[in-house]
């Protein structure tokens, strides 16, 4: 079971900056792999970007070099740090955690969301 709290969101001008974070109820390092996702009006949820536990990272091809996650193991937090935000990047995102129990077992955890709104 992982439990998790987002933060971070709020209004910023195009071309501005925020950083989301996500904290969880414990070490990062026990799962496999975390992540955003959002979700504009009228649009279905989209992946933006995922950090395995040993660190490796992908980014949606919309996000690719605006956007960068890390994440804080004494905290047990993974961040999305989004910089030169676009109108387009509107949305409600949502932290991620994937989870491997065992053989032919995993498990999808979700944030309640944090409102990310980008004026021009």
């Known amino acids: 079971q992982v439990q998790l709290v987002e933060s971070g969101g709020g209004l910023v001008q195009a071309g501005g900056s925020l950083r989301l974070s996500c904290a969880a109820s414990r070490s990062i390092f026990s799962i496999s792999r975390m992540g955003w996702y959002r979700q504009a009006p009228g649009k279905q949820r989209e992946l933006v970007t995922s950090?395995?536990?040993?660190?490796?990272?992908n980014y949606a091809e919309s996000v690719k070099g605006r956007f960068t996650t890390s994440r804080d193991s004494a905290k047990n937090t993974v961040y999305l740090q989004m910089d030169s935000l676009k109108p387009e990047d509107t949305a409600i995102y949502y932290c991620?955690?994937?989870?491997?129990?065992?053989?032919?077992?995993?498990?999808?955890?979700w944030g309640q969301g944090t409102q990310v709104t980008v004026s021009s």
């Open positions: 950090i395995t536990s040993g660190g490796r990272t």
């Open positions: 991620n955690a994937y989870e491997i129990l065992g053989i032919g077992a995993q498990r999808n955890y």
